[in-house]
């Protein structure tokens, strides 16, 4: 009996052995750079790679999973749900509980005044009706009961009647991508009750206008929290990833 155990155990170990053999010499031949670098892996690495965005929508959802606050994810500036769809794809699993909540115009940007004002923002800009965003959304598998859409313009739409009505009792990730240092104050206004240590806030625009400390997201971050002392954020992974520290 111990002898054909021992025989299996030598068996096992031989394949073991062999397979590292063989993935060592696979990997030699994959890592070759006139393969890996070859028109065929260029052209098969978009379907077996993640894209950039998806990337970080991943790093964040598993950072988040990590700080374990099981609170909810809040997307403002959704357009046609790329990173909401992400996000709702990585999390689902890890995060059963997590509800999902989609703010935006649906008519795209509002017309960008003083120093909002910008050749690339424009008045209608990632314009995405709200019918399509539910089509693309049942595309990638988002499952609706999970998800709440508020639909308008951020400075009429984000008030304290809305949070009455919205059940959320406190956010994992705020994912903020609507551009503008008008819309991105409004926002983080809005979000403040809703923070707790270790909310991860995404500033996706964080290098738009030159990375200008006095125009768009930095701006509106940087007077955020002078007005909010009691909100303090530490860089996360990357540089517009940031985690929340809040003092009572
Ligand atoms: C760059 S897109 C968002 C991209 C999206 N996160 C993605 O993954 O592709 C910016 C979005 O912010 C929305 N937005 C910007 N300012 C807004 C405001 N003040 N009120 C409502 N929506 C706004 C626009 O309608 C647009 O859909």
Redesign the pocket.
């Known amino acids: 009996m111990n002898g054909r155990l021992g025989q299996r155990k030598l068996k096992k170990l031989r394949i073991r052995g062999n397979e590292v053999k063989m993935n060592t010499k696979l990997t030699k031949i994959l890592m070759k750079p006139s393969i890996r670098y070859s028109k065929v892996v260029n052209f098969l690495r978009q379907f077996i790679t993640y894209e950039p965005?998806e990337g970080l929508v991943r790093r964040v959802i598993y950072g988040a999973y990590e700080n374990g606050i099981n609170g909810d994810y809040l997307?403002?500036?959704?357009?046609?749900?790329?990173?909401?769809i992400y996000a709702y794809n990585f999390a689902k699993s890890k995060m059963p509980m997590m509800n999902y909540y989609a703010?935006?115009?649906?008519?795209?940007?509002?017309k960008p005044k003083g120093i909002d004002k910008h050749s690339f923002f424009k008045k209608g800009k990632?314009?995405?009706p709200l019918d399509k965003f539910k089509k693309n959304l049942e595309w990638g598998g988002v499952d609706e009961d999970k998800v709440t859409i508020i639909k308008?313009?951020?400075?009429n739409?984000l008030t304290t009647e809305l949070k009455e009505k919205l059940k959320i009792k406190r956010a994992s990730v705020v994912?903020i991508?609507?551009?503008?240092y008008?819309?991105t104050k409004?926002v983080l206004n809005f979000i403040i009750s809703y923070l707790v240590d270790g909310t991860i806030i995404v500033f996706?625009d964080w290098y738009c206008f030159n990375c200008d400390e006095e125009r768009g997201e930095r701006l509106a971050v940087k007077e955020w929290l002078k007005e909010n002392p009691s909100i303090s954020l530490s860089q996360h992974m990357f540089n517009n990833i940031f985690v929340v520290k809040v003092r009572t």
């Open positions: 965005k997307e403002f500036g959704v357009w046609e749900g790329r990173s909401f703010f935006d115009s649906f008519e795209g940007l509002q990632y314009f995405c308008g313009f951020y400075d739409m994912w991508d609507c551009d503008l008008e819309s409004t996706h």
